[in-house]
């Protein structure tokens, strides 16, 4: 069965930084289309980035110089740095992803698989 645990979510201060961790199981990274999603209270879920089996990172304009998504295939594990926090990047995160596609899409109905999320809290 393909799961998806994320962890590195916690507490910081505006201008913190967080990296967190996608581990999949069952699951080959080199050929699906991986992405990190967020959701904050009230809101609906959106894109952060995406990383595909050719190694293209796409950002959100939010998360463009300030994020950095990379992934280790051999560890079957998707990253997500977070650098410049501020308030608004509250939210939990959510890795996500989609087997034998290689090109990804920011829609969140486009995803098969789900994560249980991680918090990410930053306080100004």
């Known amino acids: 069965q393909v799961q998806l645990v994320e962890s590195g979510g916690g507490s910081v201060q505006a201008g913190g930084s967080l990296r967190l961790s996608c581990a999949a199981s069952?699951?080959?990274?080199?050929?699906?289309?991986m992405g990190w999603f967020r959701q904050a209270p009230g809101q609906e879920r959106e894109a952060v980035a995406t990383f595909d089996a050719a190694a293209n990172a796409h950002y959100v304009d939010s998360a463009e110089g300030r994020f950095t998504i990379s992934k280790d295939d051999a560890k079957n594990t998707l990253y997500l740095q977070m650098n410049s926090l501020t308030p608004e990047d509250t939210a939990m995160y959510y890795c996500?992803?989609?087997?034998?596609?290689?090109?990804?899409?920011?829609?969140?109905?486009?995803?098969?698989?789900w994560g249980q999320g991680t918090q990410v809290t930053v306080s100004s």
């Open positions: 996500a992803a989609r087997r034998d596609r290689f090109t990804c899409s920011f829609s969140t109905s486009w995803y098969f698989t």
């Open positions: 069952g699951y080959d990274f080199s050929t699906s289309c």
